[in-house]
């Protein structure tokens, strides 16, 4: 499984390249306030995906490590069954609101975009933070996306009968 820290630094690593790569463009082009603040906070997205999609290629290229099922669980007690079903529940309701907010988030950027050109102080506060929630509730779906993969195989398992 992937270290929770790797992901958190990853990601900001990602966005801080994007931000750098904005400041280098906005003075390179030296825009209007609304255009500074529209490019630094469009250019927060595509390092999030690519340090995204860069973890997910390592994870579809790295092998699980075997572990047999008796050192992971005592499969003859249901519980711990029982409990890792409520666990999977849990992420799943919190990968879906997420998955919601994430989706909010997105829209409230397009709202807050199409008026570029004529933006006002809210439009200048609102986008970089809408922007910055579309991308927090992504990285969260991504995080609990990666917990829920982890016990993925134990629900699957059926008990063999001997």
Same mark, same amino acid.
């Given at each position: 499984?992937?270290?929770?820290?790797?992901l958190?630094?990853?990601? #900001?690593?990602?966005?801080?390249? %994007?931000?750098?790569?904005?400041?280098? =463009? $906005?003075? @390179?082009? *030296?825009?209007?306030?609304?255009?500074?603040?529209?490019?630094?906070?469009?250019?927060?997205?595509?390092?999030?995906?690519?340090?995204?999609? #860069?973890?997910?290629?390592?994870? %579809?290229?790295?092998?699980?490590?075997? =572990? $047999?099922? @008796?050192? *992971?669980?005592?499969?003859?007690?249901?519980?711990?069954?029982?409990?890792?079903?409520?666990?999977?529940?849990?992420?799943s309701?919190?990968?879906?609101?997420?998955?919601?907010?994430?989706?909010?988030?997105?829209?409230?950027?397009?709202?807050?975009? *199409?008026?570029?050109?004529?933006?006002?102080?809210?439009?200048?506060?609102?986008?970089?933070?809408?922007?910055?929630?579309?991308?927090?509730?992504?990285h969260?779906?991504?995080?609990?996306?990666?917990?829920?993969?982890?016990?993925?195989?134990?629900?699957?398992?059926?008990?063999?009968?001997?």
């Amino acid at each position: 499984m992937i270290e929770k820290e790797n992901l958190r630094q990853g990601v #900001l690593m990602g966005i801080f390249l %994007s931000l750098a790569i904005g400041i280098i =463009i $906005s003075r @390179a082009l *030296k825009p209007t306030l609304n255009s500074v603040i529209f490019i630094l906070s469009v250019a927060m997205l595509p390092g999030f995906f690519i340090i995204s999609l #860069l973890y997910m290629l390592r994870i %579809s290229r790295e092998k699980m490590r075997e =572990i $047999s099922d @008796a050192k *992971k669980f005592d499969w003859g007690i249901e519980i711990n069954l029982k409990k890792m079903q409520i666990l999977h529940s849990k992420y799943s309701s919190m990968l879906q609101t997420a998955g919601i907010l994430a989706i909010g988030s997105f829209f409230t950027m397009i709202y807050l975009a *199409k008026d570029f050109p004529m933006w006002r102080i809210g439009h200048q506060i609102f986008f970089p933070i809408s922007t910055a929630f579309f991308i927090f509730f992504l990285h969260l779906a991504f995080r609990w996306w990666f917990a829920m993969r982890s016990d993925y195989p134990y629900l699957q398992y059926e008990k063999s009968r001997k």
